[in-house]
């Protein structure tokens, strides 16, 4: 961390919210597009992340000053969308189709297909595959931000792409 980004994390931390908001201008839409990569509802997207900001600024003085800011943000941002999935009253129900996307959304047939499959995923996987793929993440970046060793992240990553494939080759062989 360079010296500006160590003096923006101690006046953060002290309370300064213009540092703050530095800090976190960059992990704002990274955190976005992995909150809608997990949920894929755009409307619950923004308030996971709005909530993400709030437990970011309470939770700013376990911020290591070795992490980076965006990893340990996205960090918040992933357990809150796990949190919101879990407490969706419809998630007991396993087997059931998500929602659509509206018809005007300008997306191809490929696209509901994968959209469904990445969503049949469990949570952990869609966390992996959103990060690397959605967001273009590293693997060392994904896993400072699940919390999990390289090697952990490759794997899952691995068994992750083999369950899209097996979803997708199910798929075809019902159309």
């Given at each position: 961390?360079?010296?500006?980004?160590?003096?923006?994390?101690?006046?953060?931390?002290?309370?300064?919210?213009?540092?703050?908001?530095?800090?976190?201008?960059?992990?704002?839409?990274?955190?976005?597009r992995l909150?809608?990569?997990?949920?894929?509802?755009?409307?619950?997207?923004?308030?996971?992340?709005?909530?993400?900001?709030?437990?970011?600024?309470?939770?700013?003085?376990?911020?290591?000053?070795d992490?980076?800011?965006?990893?340990?943000?996205?960090?918040?941002?992933?357990?809150?969308?796990?949190?919101?999935?879990?407490?969706?009253?419809?998630?007991v129900?396993r087997?059931?189709?998500?929602?659509?996307?509206?018809?005007?959304a300008?997306?191809a047939?490929?696209?509901?297909?994968?959209?469904r499959?990445?969503?049949?995923l469990?949570?952990?996987?869609?966390?992996?595959?959103v990060?690397?793929?959605?967001?273009d993440?590293?693997l060392?970046?994904?896993?400072?931000?699940?919390?999990?060793?390289?090697?952990?992240i490759?794997s899952r990553?691995?068994?992750?792409?083999?369950?899209l494939r097996?979803d997708s080759?199910?798929?075809?062989?019902?159309a």
């Amino acid at each position: 961390m360079d010296c500006s980004a160590e003096r923006m994390r101690v006046e953060a931390i002290g309370g300064d919210e213009e540092a703050f908001s530095r800090l976190l201008a960059p992990a704002i839409q990274p955190g976005f597009r992995l909150a809608v990569g997990m949920l894929q509802d755009r409307a619950e997207a923004e308030d996971v992340v709005q909530e993400a900001v709030l437990k970011a600024w309470r939770r700013l003085g376990t911020f290591r000053a070795d992490a980076e800011f965006t990893s340990w943000f996205l960090g918040i941002v992933a357990n809150q969308c796990r949190t919101v999935r879990r407490g969706r009253w419809w998630a007991v129900i396993r087997h059931s189709e998500p929602p659509s996307p509206p018809a005007d959304a300008g997306t191809a047939p490929a696209d509901h297909d994968l959209r469904r499959a990445l969503l049949r995923l469990d949570a952990d996987r869609r966390l992996i595959v959103v990060l690397h793929y959605y967001l273009d993440m590293g693997l060392e970046d994904v896993a400072a931000v699940v919390g999990a060793p390289v090697g952990t992240i490759k794997s899952r990553l691995h068994r992750a792409l083999c369950a899209l494939r097996l979803d997708s080759a199910l798929q075809g062989d019902v159309a």
